[in-house]
C-alpha cells in the first residue's frame, strides 16, 4: 500500500512535477476517476507554482484524509513568503502581482471540493484544498 502522506519541497519546477506526480499517485489508491486525478494534479500545480513565483521555496503536503466516512486527497501548499495583501481579491479572475494571467488561485479553488488560504503579509501563505472521492 502506498504512503498517505508525503511531502515535497518547493524550489523549483522539477518539484512542482513531483508535487503533481506525488498528489495523483495517492489519489489514484482511492480510487479517484480520471477526471478527478486531472482537477486534482492541476490545481496542485498551480498552488506549487506560486510558490516558485513568488515565494521561491516551500513544501506542498498531500495525505489522505477521512471525514464522515469519505476519502479524500488533502493539499497543503505552504510558504514564508511575502504574503498576500489581499486575500479576496487574489481569488478573482484575472487577478494578478505577478506576470501570469490571474487564474491560479481562483482556478484551484474552482476545481477542488474545499479550498481554504491563509495568509499574511511578510510571513507567508499556506493553501489548503481537499478533493474527495465519489462515492
Known amino acids: 500500500m502506498a504512503a498517505a502522506e508525503a511531502r515535497i519541497a518547493i524550489a523549483s519546477d522539477d518539484d512542482v512535477v513531483a508535487a503533481r506526480q506525488a498528489g495523483r499517485r495517492l489519489a489514484e489508491t482511492l480510487g479517484l476517476g480520471t477526471t478527478d486525478l486531472t482537477l486534482l494534479a492541476t490545481a496542485i500545480s498551480e498552488v506549487a507554482r506560486n510558490i516558485t513565483a513568488y515565494a521561491g521555496e516551500g513544501e506542498v503536503v498531500v ?62 501563505t499556506t493553501v489548503t484544498m481537499t478533493k474527495w472521492a465519489r462515492s
Open 63 to 124: 495525505r489522505r484524509v477521512e471525514l464522515d466516512g469519505a476519502s479524500g486527497i488533502e493539499v497543503v501548499a505552504r510558504d514564508a513568503g511575502p504574503g498576500i495583501a489581499d486575500v479576496e481579491r487574489a481569488l478573482q479572475d484575472g487577478y494578478t502581482t505577478g506576470n501570469g494571467l490571474g487564474l491560479g488561485l481562483p482556478g484551484a479553488r474552482r476545481l477542488m471540493d474545499d479550498f481554504e488560504i491563509v495568509s499574511q503579509p511578510g510571513v507567508g
